[in-house]
C-alpha cells in the first residue's frame, strides 16, 4: 500500500521558517514525482510546488522565492522549505503523488491528475 506522511507543521509567526517532511512507504519516492498543495477554509486547494524525479522543480507565483522542495532518497523523504511565511500561507498541507494512468515521474497540470495524498499538516502563521 502506497503510504505518504506529513509532518512538520506548526504554528509559527509572520516572517518565520517552517519545513515539512512527506514520508513514503510502500513505494520507492525516488521513481516518483510529489507535489505540495495546500487548503485553507473556504478556499479552494491550490498546488504550491513539485518536484520531478530528478530534482526539477515547480512553483506558483505565490510562493516563488519563498517555497522550496527537495528530496532526501536515503531517507524517502521530500520536503518543503518555506521561509518568510505570511498569514496568508495559513492552511493544511498535503503532499501527493501522481494517480496512475500518466508519467509518475513528471508534474502534472492539476491537483485532479494526483492520486494519493497524506492526511495534511496544518501550519499556521500569526503573532
Known amino acids: 500500500q502506497v503510504q505518504l506522511v506529513e509532518s512538520g507543521g506548526g504554528l509559527v509567526q509572520p516572517g518565520g521558517s517552517l519545513r515539512l517532511s512527506c514520508a513514503a512507504s510502500?513505494?520507492?519516492?525516488?521513481?516518483?514525482?510529489i507535489g505540495w498543495f495546500r487548503q485553507a477554509p473556504g478556499i479552494e486547494r491550490e498546488g504550491v510546488g513539485c518536484?520531478?524525479?530528478?530534482?526539477?522543480?515547480y512553483y506558483p507565483d505565490s510562493v516563488q522565492g519563498r517555497f522550496t522542495i527537495s528530496r532526501d532518497n536515503v531517507k524517502n523523504t521530500v520536503y518543503l522549505q518555506m521561509n518568510s511565511l505570511k498569514p496568508e500561507d495559513t492552511a493544511v498541507y498535503f503532499c501527493?503523488?501522481?494517480?496512475?494512468?500518466?508519467?509518475?515521474?513528471?508534474?502534472?497540470?492539476?491537483?485532479?491528475?494526483?492520486?494519493?495524498w497524506g492526511q495534511g499538516t496544518q501550519v499556521t502563521v500569526s503573532s
Open positions: 501527493a503523488t501522481p494517480s496512475e494512468g500518466g508519467f509518475p515521474y513528471l508534474c502534472p497540470r492539476s491537483a485532479s491528475d494526483f492520486g494519493s
Open positions: 518536484i520531478t524525479n530528478d530534482g526539477t522543480s
Open positions: 510502500g513505494f520507492t519516492l525516488e521513481n516518483y514525482a
